[in-house]
C-alpha cells in the first residue's frame, strides 16, 4: 500500500516568518495530495489539496508544491500567525478514495 | 457545511467490554471511514465504507468490527476492549474519489 513520510515532526517558527513542511509519498499511481490542519480538541480539517495535474497551487498565505518525478509535495506557509499552531498531515491516495496519511508535524509560531 | 457527528468525545471502558463509537453525517456521502489517531504515528486506517452494508478492512482492522445499516451511520465495534486499543478515534465522510474527507471531532477512548 501507499507510505506516506512526513518531516519534520515539529517545526518552531518565530511569527511572521515562513514554514515549510515535506511529505515523500511511495505509490506512483498517487494522484490526490491534501493537506489537514488540527487543532486541539477537533478533528483534523481540510485545508488545501492539489492533484496530479497540477504543479502548485495557492491560497492565501498556504501553497503546496508537488513534485511527481521525486514523489514528493510540500506545504508552505508564509507570514505565520499564532492561529497558525496546530498539527498539520499530509496525505496522498490514488483514485480509490482512501487516504493514507503523513505522521504529522506539530506547528508552534512563537510570538 | 457537512457535518461528521461522533456521539461521544470522552469514553473510558474496561478491559474486556464491548465497545460501540457511533459517527453520523449529514451530507448523503457515500464513503465513510474510522482512523485511529496515536501520537508519531499519525492516522491508521482501521475499516471503511463505501455503501450501505458494504465495508472492506484498512491497515488495523484486528480486534476492530464496524456496521453500517443506513447511509448516514457508521459504527466502530471493539469485540474485547484491551488497554491497547486505549487511543483517539477519529470518523471522516466523503462524497467521492479524490475529495477531501470530512472528520469529526473525535472520540478519546481509555480503556482500563
Known amino acids: 500500500g501507499e507510505n506516506v513520510e512526513q518531516h519534520p515532526s ?27 490542519k488540527q487543532e486541539l480538541g477537533k478533528g483534523p480539517q481540510l485545508i488545501i489539496d492539489i492533484r496530479s495535474n497540477v504543479g502548485e497551487k495557492k491560497d492565501q498565505r498556504i501553497a503546496v508544491t508537488l513534485n511527481k ?9 508564509t507570514e505565520t500567525q499564532p492561529e497558525d499552531s496546530a498539527v ?9 478514495y482512501k487516504l493514507s496519511f503523513g505522521a504529522g508535524t506539530t506547528v508552534t509560531v512563537r510570538a | ?13 474496561r478491559t474486556g467490554e ?6 453520523v453525517q449529514d451530507m448523503d ?3 465513510m ?3 485511529r489517531q496515536d501520537p508519531g504515528l499519525g492516522l ?18 484486528e480486534g476492530y468490527s464496524v456496521s453500517r445499516e443506513k447511509k448516514e451511520r457508521f459504527s466502530l465495534i471493539l469485540e474485547s476492549a484491551s488497554t491497547n486499543q486505549t487511543s483517539m478515534y477519529l470518523c471522516a465522510s466523503t462524497p467521492g474519489t479524490s475529495y477531501g474527507y470530512t472528520f469529526g471531532s473525535g472520540t478519546r477512548l481509555t480503556v482500563v
Request: glycine share 2%.
Open chain 1, 10 to 36: 515539529t517545526l518552531s517558527v518565530q511569527e511572521g516568518d515562513s514554514a515549510v513542511i515535506k511529505c515523500t509519498y511511495s505509490d506512483s499511481a498517487s494522484n490526490y495530495f491534501p493537506w489537514y
Open chain 1, 69 to 77: 518525478t521525486a514523489k514528493h509535495f510540500s506545504l508552505h506557509i
Open chain 2, 18 to 23: 464491548k465497545v460501540f463509537l457511533e459517527c
Open chain 1, 88 to 96: 498539520y498531515f499530509c496525505a496522498a491516495s490514488r483514485s480509490d
Open chain 2, 44 to 61: 491508521r486506517l482501521i475499516y471503511f465504507s463505501y455503501d450501505v452494508k458494504m465495508k472492506e478492512k484498512g491497515d488495523i482492522p
Open chain 2, 33 to 35: 471511514f474510522w482512523y
Open chain 2, 1 to 13: 457545511d457537512v457535518k461528521v457527528t461522533q456521539s461521544s468525545r470522552y469514553l473510558v471502558k
Open chain 2, 29 to 31: 456521502h457515500e464513503n
